[in-house]
C-alpha cells in the first residue's frame, strides 16, 4: 500500500504575493521558507508558522504552479502507479522532476481538489511484513467474536 507520508504544505489563491507575504509574516508571525522561482516566471511564496513543519504556499490563482495539497511520499512512482491504477485523471504521464528537484506528480481527488505527491529523501516506506499482516488479522477476527461481560450478564 502506497503511504502519504506527511502535510508538506497547503497553497492558497492570493491576488498579490507580496501584500500577502507581508500579512503572514509581519501581522501573523510566519516564517519566509521560500521566495523565488522554481522556474523563470513562476514566483512561489512560502510561509510556515514557528513551530509548524507544514508550510503556506501563496500563489496567484493563474499561477502555472498548482494551487494544491503537496503530501509527502517515499517513492514518487510507487505513488503514481497506485493513482493511476485507482482511475484517477492525472495531470501527468509520470512523475516529473523541475530544476533537480525531487519527483512529483499532480492529480485531483474525487472532489476537485488538487493534489501533488513530492518524493521526499530518505523517507522509508513503514510495511509490515506479511507474517506481522496476518497476526493483525487473526487478532482482529478473534477479539471480534468475544462477548465481553456487562453488568446485565451477572444476575
Known amino acids: 500500500m502506497m503511504i502519504t507520508t506527511r502535510v508538506l504544505s497547503v497553497s492558497i489563491p492570493v491576488p498579490d504575493q507580496d501584500r500577502a507575504l507581508a500579512f503572514y509574516r509581519d501581522v501573523l508571525g510566519c516564517d519566509v521558507r521560500y521566495d523565488g522561482e522554481p522556474w523563470p516566471g513562476a514566483r512561489m511564496v512560502e510561509v510556515v508558522p514557528p513551530g509548524s513543519s507544514v508550510g503556506i504556499v501563496l500563489l496567484p490563482a493563474d499561477s502555472e504552479i498548482p494551487v494544491a495539497v503537496r503530501l509527502g511520499t517515499?517513492?514518487?512512482?510507487?505513488?503514481?502507479?497506485?493513482?493511476?491504477?485507482?482511475?484517477?485523471?492525472?495531470?501527468?504521464?509520470?512523475?516529473?522532476?523541475?530544476?533537480?528537484?525531487?519527483?512529483?506528480?499532480?492529480?485531483?481527488?474525487?472532489?476537485?481538489?488538487?493534489?501533488?505527491?513530492?518524493?521526499?529523501?530518505?523517507v522509508a516506506l513503514p510495511e509490515l511484513a506479511t507474517t506481522q499482516r496476518a497476526e493483525c488479522r487473526d487478532v482482529q477476527h478473534s477479539t471480534a467474536n468475544l462477548e465481553l461481560d456487562s453488568p446485565s450478564s451477572n444476575k
Request: hydrophobic content about 45%; overall charge negative.
Open 74 to 122: 517515499a517513492d514518487a512512482g510507487r505513488a503514481f502507479s497506485r493513482v493511476d491504477a485507482a482511475g484517477v485523471d492525472l495531470y501527468n504521464d509520470a512523475p516529473l522532476t523541475i530544476g533537480g528537484g525531487s519527483p512529483m506528480f499532480f492529480f485531483d481527488d474525487p472532489f476537485g481538489n488538487g493534489l501533488v505527491f513530492i518524493e521526499e529523501e530518505g
